[in-house]
């Protein structure tokens, strides 16, 4: 089993719908989890950590499952801005080994 | 301001050349990283630094090395060995273990390396 796995997508979704990922993980260690967006030819940026109890910013909403090891990310009326990479992270707080899954493609369609 | 930064943007290499690239951080970040992404692929660790001095290889170190010599500075250098070198090199820093749970990372801008 990978240790960071996504969908890889592409996910085209009409402008204003909600969409959702999930990303599992192997590492039941495993105690930091992100979501990270990466626009085409740039380097990653965070979006949001994910904590235990969930946590929402704006249209964004994660949340994190140990049970299951999956983790997930909720946008709400969805921008044609929204039009990304979302990339799941783990760090593996043990060696600090932070490891990326391959991403999952957005496209918001007007 | 803080940050990582990456130098050079953009690298060309011709075949058989070694060709170092550079990240320095000013954010007094313990722990350093450096991946690799391919096109429309996620991102891939090659090495990576805890402390001062000591580093550990990800998962595909081969044809890479790197120092660890200042808290500031985590230098790559691929090598002739690496087959493949073309690609899209990211570095990133966070505080590692002692900053805590949730402690998350930033990248510097990323260097584009082609072999010509």
């Known amino acids: 089993r990978k240790e960071v796995e996504q969908d890889p997508g592409p996910?085209?979704?009409p402008e204003g719908a909600t969409v959702a990922f999930n990303c599992t993980y192997s590492n039941s260690a495993s105690q930091s989890f992100f979501w990270y967006r990466q626009d085409c030819r740039k380097e990653p940026k965070l979006l949001m950590s994910v904590y235990s109890s969930g946590n929402e910013d704006g249209r964004f909403t994660a949340q994190l499952n140990r049970?299951?090891?999956?983790?997930?990310l909720l946008i709400r009326d969805?921008?044609?801005?929204?039009?990304?990479?979302y990339l799941c992270v783990v760090n593996q707080n043990r060696d600090d080994k932070i490891i990326f899954?391959?991403?999952?493609?957005?496209h918001i369609l007007p | 301001d803080g940050g990582i930064t990456q130098s050079p943007k953009y690298l060309f290499r011709k075949e058989g050349q070694n060709v170092t690239l550079s990240c320095e951080q000013?954010?007094?970040h313990d722990a350093m990283y450096w991946y690799r992404q391919d096109p429309g692929q996620?991102?891939?660790?090659?090495y990576y630094s805890q402390i001062v001095n000591d580093f550990q290889k990800g998962d595909i170190a081969e044809g890479y090395s790197v120092s660890r010599e200042k808290k500031e500075s985590?230098?790559?250098?691929?090598?002739?060995?690496?087959?493949?070198p073309t690609a899209f090199y990211l570095c990133?820093?966070?505080f590692g273990q002692g900053g805590g749970v949730g402690t998350e990372a930033f990248f510097g801008q990323g260097t584009r390396l082609t072999v010509v």
């Not at chain 1, 049970?67 to 997930?72: G, H, L």
């Not at chain 1, 969805?78 to 990479?85: I, N, Q």
């Not at chain 1, 899954?101 to 957005?106: A, E, M, N, P, Q």
């Open chain 1, 11 to 13: 996910f085209n979704v």
């Open chain 1, 67 to 72: 049970a299951s090891q999956y983790i997930s």
């Open chain 1, 78 to 85: 969805s921008k044609l801005s929204d039009s990304a990479t």
């Open chain 1, 101 to 106: 899954g391959k991403g999952t493609r957005l």
């Open chain 2, 26 to 28: 000013n954010l007094n």
């Open chain 2, 42 to 46: 996620g991102l891939r660790l090659i």
């Open chain 2, 74 to 84: 985590f230098p790559l250098t691929v090598t002739s060995a690496q087959k493949n």
């Open chain 2, 92 to 94: 990133a820093s966070n």
